[in-house]
């Protein structure tokens, strides 16, 4: 199934922050005490892993509900709560132009409400905070001629996430409040996916792209280049040093890199 869309989710790492100001704003974590609920999550985050216009949306009014997003063969975004087993939709988007590739709920203004991040078929961008669901992005200045991959992160000395692209064969950050392209590299890559992390030990994250290129978040210059990480790829501390290493499937085989020796370890 992976093999029938480029872009797979599960190699999403977020930020140990993300992950702890996550745990910050949902509900009270009671809700993982009720075994069905915690089945129901632990399917929603399989799915997500899976599907890329799929994504757990990780806040809700009430303890007990969990929700997610997905974008549908019409171009339509749906936000989906479950209440004591029961599904609802809490809300759904306009037609978009094109469908959804990938799908993000992060809290990029860092308000403790999540905003909803998608790109699409149609080389659109659209961003829509989740109070009054407005929109607050939609990119139809940019005029895209190819999205290859998306990953939203803090990448610059701003609080705020960045919307970090590759598009036209060049990455480039995007202001997570006022949309702007903040910064834009010089280099021709064509990755399907990206992550995010600090895989050489030098506090400073990494672009990781699954082409096979380590790109500094400052400077978005490459800082070592392979001849691709493979697909699915993802990160793993294999030696438990505390640096991640980059874990990606080349011709069905599993390899792994250490970026800071820049070697292939395993
Ligand atoms: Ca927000
Ligand atoms: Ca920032
Ligand atoms: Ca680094
Ligand atoms: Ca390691």
């Given amino acids: 199934m992976n093999s029938l869309n480029p872009l797979g989710r599960g190699?999403?790492?977020?930020?140990?922050?993300?992950?702890?100001?996550?745990?910050?704003?949902?509900?009270?974590?009671?809700?993982?005490?009720?075994?069905?609920?915690?089945?129901?999550?632990?399917?929603i985050d399989a799915l997500s892993a899976r599907f890329p216009a799929f994504t757990p949306f990780p806040w809700t009014e009430e303890e007990g509900q969990t929700a997610f997003l997905y974008g549908d063969t019409k171009g339509i975004i749906h936000h989906i709560v479950s209440d004591e087993g029961r599904l609802h939709e809490q809300w759904k988007s306009f037609p978009l132009e094109g469908t959804v590739r990938e799908i993000f709920a992060e809290d990029l203004d860092g308000d403790g409400r999540y905003e909803i991040v998608a790109h699409t078929t149609g080389l659109r961008v659209y961003v829509w905070e989740t109070e009054k669901y407005e929109l607050l992005w939609e990119s139809v200045e940019e005029n895209f001629e190819a999205i290859h991959a998306m990953v939203i992160a803090d990448v610059d000395r701003d609080p705020a996430q960045e919307i970090v692209l590759c598009a036209n064969n060049k990455i480039a950050y995007y202001d997570g409040i006022e949309f702007f392209r903040e910064k834009e590299g010089r280099d021709f890559i064509e990755p399907t996916v990206m992550l995010i992390a600090d895989v050489d030990n030098d506090t400073t994250d990494e672009i990781v792209t699954n082409d096979g290129y380590v790109i500094d978040t400052n400077s978005l210059s490459i800082e070592w280049a392979t001849d691709g990480f493979g697909y699915p790829m993802s990160l793993f501390d294999i030696d438990d040093d505390g640096v991640p290493e980059v874990v990606g499937e080349m011709g069905g085989a599993v390899q792994f890199w250490d970026v800071e020796d820049q070697r292939e370890i395993w």
């Fill in 11 to 43: 190699v999403r790492i977020l930020p140990v922050g993300l992950v702890l100001l996550a745990g910050a704003i949902a509900p009270a974590h009671a809700q993982y005490e009720d075994p069905e609920l915690a089945a129901l999550i632990a399917e």
